[in-house]
Every structure is written in structure tokens, then in C-alpha cells.
């Protein structure tokens, strides 16, 4: 058990709809990633919070969007799905220092995506 | 574009053999974590090792770099059943935190 929780484990939506994923870090843990796994584009980094505010961005689509609250968990939000997001979606968190430490990063169980 | 490129895809070996993954990369790095994920599952960090070490131990795990071939290995020595998963690795590069993560390489340990 790596400590980062998500919900649902499970989540199976239509076209067109929206969607929200949530992950709670491993308690003391400041930063936050989205990471989407597919079996045509592997494990693909989406998006990072670091104590509430946005830190990296990678291939994220601009049909979805995140945020990290004040008690650090964060929600990842899909709109107007599409057959091509069926995915794992995981989250993870690593701890952060000052300036940039590149740390372990401990990865969520994921959610599982299935977009009919 | 995925940089971390792991050798071979896929491995198969009996109980007790030693089963050694390379991951490839190109550019820079900070540092190159392994990963293991067991079918479909959540990733399990295994080990973490930095741009300025060269070889790193945790249990039945052995990693190594060289960043002037920009390669790594991992071992498993005396591998196990439970050893049967996808190995990952991952590299944080340039001024980044987030991960760029290979394809995978798929063991199985035959029991």
C-alpha cells in the first residue's frame, strides 16, 4: 500500500459526459500527478499540483482539467468523453523540499476509465 | 514521446534464475526510478537511483547507470513467482519533476 488513495477504482460513463477522479497524496506529501495509461500511448504524464498550485503540464488535453485543494487532495476532471479516453488514470505524490528534489514519486492503485 | 526505452519487451525465465531489464534514454536526466506493476494494476516504486550514482541495492534488486551510454539495468537475483509483472523505468530530466516512462518490459517467472 503506497499510502495515495483514489476513487472510484471503477468507472464505466457514455460519450459525451463528464467525470471526476479523485486522489488523496500520502499524508505529508506536497505534490501531486496525474499520469494516464493506455495501451497505445503507455504511461503518459498529464498534469502536476505542488501545494494547491499548477507545477508541470505535459499531454493533457484541454478537455480536461485538475485542481489541488487546500487539504491536498486533488480531482481530475474529463468532459465531453470520448471513446479514446478509456484509460487507467493514476495519481501519485512525492514529497518536495526546497527548490526542485527529484524524489520518489508513490503511485495510487488508478482509476479504470471505460468510455462506451 | 516516450524517452526510457526498456530491453527486451519481454523475458521469461524459471524460479531462481537472475532476470536483468536495460532501459535506454536520450537526453539528460536527474534520476531513474524502476517501477513494477502487476497486470493492470498500480505501479509499485522499486527503486530510485540519481544522475551522480552509478549502482544501487535494495534486497534482491540491483540497479545500475551510466549516463555516458544513457543506460541502466535492474536484477532481480534468486526471482520468484510473485517477481511475474511489468518493469518500468522512468526518468526526470532537465528541470522537471514529472516522469517519462518507457513501454515496459513484461517477465514472467516460471515457477
Known amino acids: 500500500d503506497s499510502g495515495v488513495t483514489q476513487t472510484p477504482k471503477h468507472l464505466i460513463t457514455a460519450t459525451g459526459q463528464r467525470v471526476t477522479l479523485r486522489c488523496s497524496p500520502r499524508?505529508?506529501?506536497?505534490?501531486v500527478y496525474w499520469y494516464q495509461q493506455s495501451l497505445d500511448q503507455g504511461l503518459q504524464f498529464l498534469i502536476q499540483?505542488?501545494?494547491?498550485?499548477?507545477?508541470a503540464k505535459g499531454n493533457i488535453l484541454e478537455r480536461f482539467s485538475a485542481q489541488q485543494f487546500p487539504d491536498l487532495h486533488s480531482e481530475l476532471n474529463l468532459s465531453s468523453l470520448e471513446l479514446g479516453d478509456s484509460a487507467l488514470y493514476f495519481c501519485?505524490?512525492?514529497?518536495?523540499?526546497?527548490?526542485?528534489?527529484?524524489?520518489?514519486?508513490?503511485f495510487g492503485p488508478g482509476t479504470r476509465l471505460t468510455v462506451l | 514521446s516516450q524517452q526510457g526505452e526498456e530491453d527486451p519487451q519481454a523475458l521469461s525465465i524459471q524460479e531462481g534464475e537472475n532476470a536483468t531489464m536495460n532501459c535506454s534514454y536520450k537526453?539528460?536526466?536527474?534520476?531513474l526510478q524502476w517501477y513494477r506493476q502487476n497486470s493492470g494494476r498500480g505501479l509499485v516504486h522499486l527503486i530510485l537511483?540519481?544522475?551522480?550514482?552509478r549502482e544501487k541495492h535494495s534486497g534482491r534488486l540491483r540497479v545500475t547507470l551510466d549516463t555516458s551510454k544513457k543506460s541502466s539495468s535492474l536484477l532481480i537475483t534468486a526471482s520468484r513467482a510473485a517477481d511475474t509483472a511489468s518493469y518500468f523505468c522512468?526518468?526526470?530530466?532537465?528541470?522537471?519533476?514529472?516522469?517519462?516512462f518507457g513501454k515496459g518490459m513484461k517477465l514472467t517467472v516460471n515457477p
Open positions: 522512468a526518468i526526470a530530466q532537465g528541470g522537471s519533476e514529472k516522469l517519462v
Open positions: 499524508s505529508g506529501d506536497l505534490s
Open positions: 537526453t539528460s536526466i536527474n534520476n
Open positions: 537511483i540519481r544522475s551522480n550514482e
Open positions: 499540483y505542488y501545494n494547491g498550485e499548477e507545477r
Open positions: 501519485a505524490s512525492s514529497v518536495r523540499g526546497t527548490g526542485i528534489s527529484y524524489n520518489e514519486q508513490f
